[in-house]
């Protein structure tokens, strides 16, 4: 037994164990058996009213067939694809980045007030920043609207995935960013020293100094922000998936699947896909937390 | 200085400027349209007044909300603390058989079982033990979502407790009870404060689980009577909303003031803090 596992206070492993339940009790019924339900019920017609409401039929893996030949599912997997692709991936990865490595070295006042609008981004409730951004891109005297003296259109409406992706690295590009700040804070400033005495640009310090030594911050990143993004309720509160689905993300086709039009089975056996994905990244995060431990 | 230095040099504060703007613009307005006698959707200097305050303090549901708010996050933040404060402490000090079994599985679901990927199950499952618009119900399901990742981040703080101070305590005959109330408690504080601040933030800011599983109008928390307030639609709401706005989001930011003020913005395992 190691030093670390000596049971310092006496508790004893009953005691222990009765400490561990309530909180495990909880996770089982509200976490685990919902996770494992999701299998069940996604081989049935469960719906919310009707005949198959009371009496739901195990239909196999019809759910699944009907949802690989369903063009409004094809269609939200790749809208939930671009939606992680260009908000995470790519926009909250870059521009974290690109804030951590710029704010190096301005004066500690504008550092902060940055790092303060960023933060306050990512900090506000989801609805209230759904509503800002709402109100950002509407017609008739939104913000942007005024500011590119365009009131006639509605952003939202017109262009729902690009207005999604812009608001998602709005809203959280701060978790990029402070990542990106520690990561380089361990950058030896001896070898950034050494790239400026030769003359490489930035471009060249960030790729030949920097990335060599933040390459698994940058992994790590990756993974968590797409796991979030693909997980994120919060494009039903500026579009609910419209116009006519150009916007139905796989959270808000499996809502709208379940609530809407009540089918439970169906829209579980949507969500199965939304965990297995979860389930790879996870594991994926994890191996490398392991490695790096 | 030469003249590529002076050009480079614009070049990153003009940057920087177009970066503050983008994140700042979205949120002036919830400076100004509360104060606007006139609110529009748009960012503007406000003609000042205090009727929008007085318009929403007189709306039927706005202060209910908030107050199921406070209710809601109240017994989700309590229960999250509470349930994860006794199994961080056992989990760190005592070798539970499966004990790494079990921790390496709650950190996966943390993360993977998410309210999105699971609405479907969770909510059947409230529907057939007739918990719908139970805010006591609903509150345990949002503490069940935030406990993996609230035993995790405690677990890190006991464990960096020094065994030595427990150790010494009960050299001196004290019972299992009094180390943990006169030891434990008092060194875990910072971590109990870091969950109660982190479980009443996200509870507070919970969308997606209030709004499947309360559907009664007087039971919503402010997270879904903002969504049905802009639902509604028409001008007379933008009386209400951006000062209810305003209202639902002072306690997060002021927490979060007084979180960074009192132990530096810090990083818990990729969680906001």
């Not at chain 1, 579980?268 to 996870?282: D, E, K, P, R, T």
Request: glycine share 8%.
């Amino acid at each position: 037994m190691r030093a670390a596992d000596s049971d310092v206070a006496g508790l004893g492993a009953t005691r222990a164990i009765a400490f561990v339940a309530p909180a495990l009790l909880l996770i089982g019924v509200f976490l685990v058996f919902p996770a494992l339900w999701t299998l069940y019920i996604g081989i049935t017609n469960y719906q919310l009213t009707g005949p198959a409401a009371a009496q739901p039929r195990v239909v196999g893996l019809d759910n699944f067939v009907s949802a690989l030949n369903d063009a409004l599912f094809l269609n939200s997997v790749g809208l939930t694809a671009l939606f992680v692709f260009g908000s995470a991936v790519i926009g909250q990865n870059v521009l974290g980045f690109v804030l951590a490595w710029l704010l190096r070295r301005v004066r500690p006042s504008l550092r902060r007030t940055v790092e303060a609008f960023v933060l306050l981004a990512w900090i506000l409730p989801g609805p209230v920043v759904a509503y800002l951004w709402f109100a950002v891109l509407s017609r008739d005297g939104g913000t942007f609207g005024l500011l590119l003296n365009d009131p006639a259109t509605a952003w939202l409406v017109e262009y729902p995935m690009v207005s999604l992706i812009v608001f998602n690295i709005w809203r959280g590009t701060a978790f990029s960013m402070l990542l990106y700040t520690s990561a380089l804070a361990a950058v030896p400033p001896t070898q950034l020293e050494t790239a400026r005495l030769v003359g490489a640009s930035g471009w060249q310090t960030v790729r030949d100094v920097v990335f060599p030594h933040i390459r698994g911050h940058v992994l790590t990143n990756t993974l968590l922000i797409s796991l979030w993004t693909a997980n994120d309720f919060t494009p039903f509160l500026l579009t609910a998936g419209g116009p006519n689905h150009r916007s139905e993300v796989l959270p808000v086709l499996i809502y709208r699947q379940a609530l809407e039009s009540g089918q439970l089975g169906y829209a579980s056996a949507m969500s199965l896909l939304l965990l297995v994905g979860n389930l790879v990244i996870a594991l994926v995060y994890l191996r490398l937390l392991r490695r790096r431990a | 200085m030469t003249p590529g230095f002076v050009v480079r040099r614009i070049g990153f504060y003009v940057l920087v400027a177009v970066v503050l703007a983008f994140f700042a613009v979205p949120m002036l307005w919830l400076a100004s349209a509360p104060f606007d006698a006139r609110p529009g959707l748009g960012l503007r200097w406000p003609d000042w007044t205090w009727s929008n305050v007085t318009a929403t303090f007189q709306h039927p549901f706005a202060l209910t909300s908030l107050l199921n708010s406070l209710v809601l996050c109240g017994i989700a933040t309590v229960v999250t603390t509470a349930f994860a404060a006794l199994a961080a402490y056992s989990l760190s000090r005592v070798r539970i058989p499966g004990r790494d079994l079990l921790l390496y599985l709650l950190l996966l679901l943390s993360s993977v079982v998410t309210g999105t990927a699971a609405m479907v199950p969770i909510f059947v499952l409230m529907l057939q033990l007739g918990l719908i618009n139970s805010q006591f119900g609903t509150a345990l399901v949002i503490a069940s979502g935030m406990l993996p990742a609230a035993i995790f981040i405690l677990k890190d703080f006991v464990d960096a407790v020094p065994r030595s101070y427990e150790e010494s305590a009960r050299v001196f005959g004290a019972s299992p009870a009094q180390v943990l109330g006169h030891v434990v408690l008092p060194i875990a504080r910072p971590g109990i404060a870091t969950i109660l601040v982190w479980s009443f933030v996200n509870a507070w800011g919970n969308f997606l689980l209030p709004f499947l599983l309360l559907r009664d109008v007087g039971k919503q928390p402010a997270a879904v009577l903002l969504r049905t307030l802009n639902d509604e639609g028409g001008s007379a709401n933008l009386t209400v909303i951006p000062v209810f706005s305003l209202l639902y989001s002072i306690p997060v930011v002021a927490l979060y003031l007084l979180v960074s003020k009192r132990y530096g913005f810090r990083f818990h395992g990729g969680i906001k803090s």
